[in-house]
């Protein structure tokens, strides 16, 4: 239990000291569609392809802890699949006040818990279409 605990306090500090998230999703032909949102002591600002707004501290709280709920810091750095050319590349990274950078990207290879991942930033940010396949995943 003393585990739990520990590891609850310090992702609470990591949802903390979040000063920036960043997810793009797109195609070779298709486009990309991404969303950066930045986080300081007075503001929650975000840029949603064009589109610039600011988040209220409740829905970015909301938002992250889902984020965090999935795992996705137990993603890899990389996810290539290298035998299709073209196709679909992400990314997704956040960065924190005087913490190293958290960072995944791949190209036609996603985590397992993808399409929950993309449903948690439609959610939040319907301007983000998913484009996914019901391929098979890894994590």
Same mark, same amino acid.
């Given at each position: 239990m003393a585990n739990r605990k520990l590891i609850s306090y310090i992702i609470d500090e990591l949802k903390e000291k979040i000063t920036r998230f960043y997810f793009t999703v797109g195609g070779f032909f298709g486009g990309h569609d991404r969303i950066v949102i930045f986080k300081d002591n007075t503001q929650i600002k975000y840029i949603c392809n064009e589109d610039e707004n600011t988040l209220n501290k409740e829905k970015w709280n909301e938002f992250i802890d889902k984020i965090f709920n999935e795992n996705i810091l137990n993603w890899k750095n990389k996810y290539f699949d290298n035998n299709i050319c073209d196709g679909e590349q992400w +990314? =997704? +990274?956040?960065?924190?006040?005087? =913490?190293?950078?958290?960072?995944?990207?791949?190209? *036609?290879?996603?985590?397992? *818990?993808?399409?929950? @991942? =993309?449903? @948690? @930033?439609?959610?939040?940010?319907?301007q983000i279409k998913p484009n996914y396949d019901d391929e098979d995943t890894e994590e």
């Open positions: +990314e =997704l +990274e956040m960065e924190f006040k005087d =913490l190293p950078k958290f960072e995944s990207f791949g190209s *036609n290879e996603y985590p397992r *818990n993808w399409e929950k @991942i =993309l449903t @948690i @930033i439609y959610e939040y940010f319907p």
